[in-house]
């Protein structure tokens, strides 16, 4: 960080922690490294590995082609499937073209695949809270045959949807809003005493812990940034828990060049999060960028302690 000269107006940086990268996103970007080391390049990846456009450019400069869909792997390719997961589908016509791929999907995001399965066994219908359009909802909806499933996207829709007579159970994607899933859950609760569900919702843990670390920061911010991409569901999260909890507004910043000076006039205390799939060196950039304008006082508050790895797929361990 540059030297801090008594002449720079002070900036209070409130430092939530966790942040950046989760144990789903390293393994998956670990997949890809891995893979280019072992297969050479190229390795074709089906759609972005993570939203983030920082972690798809420096795997593109190591050899990584990211593709649409597999039509545009080549015979004989290797491919890398992203951490939101994939329909069913598309595993079968990697098999069908006999392309050589690997599966990315967080463990977090399978185990929720697993539910679905277990629910429409039991001739469960389900309930699938999340963003339509979202990859992680598109590859677990896929998981089972067109009309097994019915999206759940607010509170508003629990309270009108009207799913097939029968059974029902309810999951949830991984990177939604606790508080907001917690109002969904707790109206179809109302509506369908007896639907099934998981013992806790499916938000996965980094989700929750880079909620609750906002929301210990957003109360004394005059602003908080959460380095993320628009496109990732929670660094939007953050954003609007940011927003929730108290803070006097909340940007979601893409990378740190495109900060906007002027968004920090007024601003005396700044509150800094990123998204599970930003990488720390992110927030080290904003961080310099910061202090070549303002003399810094950096606080980090951490809410827990994170110690979760997941292992390599099988082909690559």
């Not at 607010?154 to 007579?165: H, I, K, L, M």
Request: glycine share 8%.
């Amino acid at each position: 960080m540059p030297e801090i000269s008594s002449t720079r107006p002070p900036l209070r940086i409130l430092l939530a922690a966790p942040r950046g990268f989760c144990a789903g996103v390293d393994r998956a970007i670990r997949v890809v490294e891995e893979a280019l080391r072992q297969y050479g390049a190229p390795v074709y990846v089906r759609h972005e590995i993570v939203h983030n456009r920082t972690v798809v450019e420096q795997l593109e400069a190591k050899g990584a082609v990211f593709v649409d869909e597999l039509d545009a792997v080549p015979d004989g390719g290797h491919v890398v499937f992203s951490a939101h997961g994939v329909p069913k589908a598309v595993p079968a016509e990697a098999r069908r073209r006999s392309l050589l791929y690997l599966d990315a999907t967080c463990p977090l995001v399978s185990k929720v695949h697993r539910e679905a399965e277990r629910h429409f066994a039991a001739g469960r219908h389900i309930l699938m809270i999340g963003h339509a359009g979202h990859p992680e909802v598109e590859g677990t909806m896929g998981q089972l045959p067109p009309g097994a499933m019915t999206l759940v996207q607010s509170a508003d829709e629990a309270g009108t949807v009207s799913p097939p007579e029968g059974d029902l159970a309810f999951i949830t994607q991984t990177t939604l809003s606790v508080d907001d899933t917690a109002e969904i859950v707790a109206t179809l609760r109302q509506r369908f005493p007896t639907i099934g569900g998981p013992k806790r919702e499916d938000i996965c843990y980094a989700t929750t812990n880079r909620q609750a670390a906002v929301k210990a920061i957003a109360p004394g911010a005059d602003l908080v940034l959460v380095i993320g991409s628009p496109n990732s569901s929670n660094s939007q999260r953050l954003r609007e828990v940011a927003e929730r909890a108290g803070a006097a507004r909340a940007l979601l910043l893409p990378r740190p060049e495109m900060l906007d000076w002027a968004d920090l006039d007024g601003v005396a205390v700044l509150g800094v999060s990123a998204g599970a799939s930003a990488p720390e060196e992110l927030v080290e950039a904003l961080l310099e960028r910061l202090g070549t304008r303002y003399a810094l006082s950096v606080e980090e508050r951490r809410v827990t302690e994170e110690d979760v790895v997941f292992r390599l797929p099988a082909p690559l361990g």
